[in-house]
Nanobody, 121 residues
Framework: QVQLVESGGGLVQAGGSLRLSCEVS????????MGWFRQAPGKEREFVAA????????DYVDSVKGRFTCTRDNAKKLVYLQMNTLKPEDTAVYYC??????????????WGQGTQVTVSS
């Protein structure tokens, strides 16, 4: 059974940092690209970051470039999202996702349950 479990969310002040983790099981992790998405209250789910199968390529939405870094550890079957210089507008439920294709598409094959990130001003 495929499972993606996010952790590391919480409440931080603007300008602070948070590191999200996603633990993956039930699939061949190295065969899947990974993505991070977020959904703020009253808004649609949006793409945040993606990382290729080997971790050699990454992509970020413009609003987080220079602040967020996505990495993966294929041996541990973990993907991370390091979030620095957080802003109140980053407040959302963050989801990790897995798909055979690397990209910004929102219809990834597998999804985690999400973890809440709240940034206070």
């Amino acid at each position: 059974q495929v499972q993606l479990v996010e952790s590391g969310g919480g409440l931080v002040q603007a300008g602070g940092s948070l590191r999200l983790s996603c633990e993956v099981s039930g699939l061949t992790f190295s065969s899947y690209a990974m993505g991070w998405f977020r959904q703020a209250p009253g808004k649609e789910r949006e793409f945040v970051a993606a990382i290729s199968r080997a971790g050699s390529s990454t992509d970020y939405v413009d609003s987080v470039k220079g602040r967020f870094t996505c990495t993966r550890d294929n041996a541990k079957k973990l993907v991370y999202l390091q979030m620095n210089t957080l802003k109140p507008e980053d407040t959302a439920v963050y989801y990790c996702a897995a798909d055979r294709a690397w990209g910004r598409h929102i219809n990834y094959a597998y999804w985690g349950q999400g973890t809440q990130v709240t940034v206070s001003s």
